[in-house]
């Protein structure tokens, strides 16, 4: 029989899996208290929710929310970062994190509804973020404007040196 608090924490998780738009599942035992804790404000200064988790009530809120998930993500310790509005944040921050630590690993990834195992994580850490992706399509749409605009400048201003020339050497 289940107890209250359990039924609580699933309740919880399944409406926190129901909102994100990325589930990176990770190992993190082994990783010293000052290193979680540096983490753990990574990802809390970048929007990402970052849970330790019991795997029994993570594969009871994955299965309520109809999430099918591999089984090698629930053995050994499990935390999930939960990114809600941008899904290549957290991988950014793991990534980052990785560069001088050997911890977190990473297990599995839920990528918009599509569960991708641990070798895809390069992957999506690479992606460009949503801003990223805005800055390249606005100067993309900037540049035959921009282009288009020199284009049509370009005679009058030819016109206005050939002009200039011919007033100086005229004196005038």
């Known amino acids: 029989m289940p107890n209250k608090k359990n ?13 994100a738009q990325s589930i990176y599942f990770t190992n993190y035992l082994g990783l010293n208290v000052s290193d979680v ?37 629930f053995s050994g310790s499990t935390a999930i970062a939960l990114s809600y509005d941008e899904p290549v ?9 990785l560069k001088d630590h050997e911890l977190p690993t990473v297990k599995g990834v839920l990528f918009e509804g599509a569960f991708l195992d641990s070798s895809q994580f390069d992957k999506i850490a690479n992606l460009p973020s949503k801003d990223e992706s805005l800055t ?20 009058i201003l030819s016109l206005l040196n050939v002009l200039r020339g011919i007033e100086r050497s005229k004196g005038l």
């Open 136 to 155: 390249r399509l606005a100067i993309m749409l900037k540049s035959p404007v921009q282009s288009f605009s020199n284009l049509l400048s370009s005679p």
């Open 7 to 19: 039924i609580s924490s699933v309740e919880d998780l399944s409406e926190k899996l129901s909102k």
């Open 89 to 97: 944040k957290a991988a950014k921050i793991i990534k980052e994190f």
């Open 37 to 73: 804790t540096s983490l753990r404000k990574k990802f809390y200064e970048n929007g990402v929710e970052y849970l330790v988790v019991k795997n029994t009530l993570l594969k009871i809120a994955s299965s309520k929310n109809k999430i099918e998930l591999g089984d090698e993500l």
